[in-house]
């Protein structure tokens, strides 16, 4: 049962950074920091990289489990393995298991409002080059464009 104690225990920490670095990474776009931000995306790669040997050892724990109780590890879940082991151990080991999901669902949430703040910064971009191109792109036209557009000067650089 330690074995899988200190598992979740890694999993935890490594899901805890994370978070952090989906968090700065949050914080880098509102900035505006792409710099940050790329520092940030070379952090995520590295903890996801460090996440799959985590999953990679899951696998490992759930096989192992599953041939002493003579059952196919696809069909165990967690209670099924805390069944035999001592309460107190059963209660961390739950205690662990509920931080971890909180901390997924966490990381997710963050992770899908980043997609969202980087969609929103790319279309800002798109239509202020559209804008600076002399070729905007309307809202309401059935193409999506005005067929001709207005020209707009954004900056007039008359001496």
Known sequence: MTVL???LDRQILSSQRLLQSVLAQSDAI?????????????????EMANRAQ??????????DA????GVAPETLDLEQILATVPPSEAERAR????????????????????RILIRQELQFLDHLLRVMSGSPQGAYSRLGFDPAPPVVTTVDARA
């Not at 920091?33 to 520092?39: K, M, R």
């Not at 985590?54 to 096989?63: F, I």
């Open 54 to 63: 985590l999953e990679r050892e899951r696998d490992l724990l759930l096989t």
């Open 30 to 46: 509102r900035r505006q920091d792409v710099e940050a931000l790329l520092a940030r995306i070379g952090d995520i790669q590295t």
């Open 95 to 114: 205690a662990k298991s509920a931080e971890l999901r909180g901390l997924i669902t966490e990381i997710g949430r963050v992770h899908g409002q980043n």
């Open 5 to 7: 104690l200190e598992h």
């Open 66 to 69: 599953a041939r002493r109780m």
